[in-house]
């Protein structure tokens, strides 16, 4: 129970960061872009980003933060 609440504030506040620093940087880059579009063009980035880096980075923090080994899920 403690290592999913850890693991699920781990993923939480790193999506939180990416999709705030992905924000700024759309509004700095396009300040009149449609909510729609700028909503696609950011899931389109961080999607994937969250898929293949974050959550498996999360996994292995959790287990190092525990004083476990690497997870295989």
């Given at each position: 129970m403690k290592a999913t609440l850890l693991r699920l504030f781990i993923l939480w506040l790193s999506i939180y960061?990416?999709?705030l620093a992905?924000?700024?940087l759309l509004r700095a880059?396009?300040?009149?872009?449609?909510?729609?579009l700028s909503t696609?063009?950011?899931?389109?980035?961080l999607?994937?980003?969250?898929s293949f880096l974050?959550?498996?980075?999360?996994g292995a923090?959790?287990?190092?933060?525990l004083g476990k080994g690497?997870?295989?899920h």
């Open positions: 960061v990416l999709v992905g924000l700024t880059i396009s300040p009149g872009l449609p909510l729609a696609l063009i950011l899931t389109l980035i999607v994937p980003t969250i974050i959550v498996p980075m999360a923090l959790t287990a190092r933060l690497p997870t295989s």
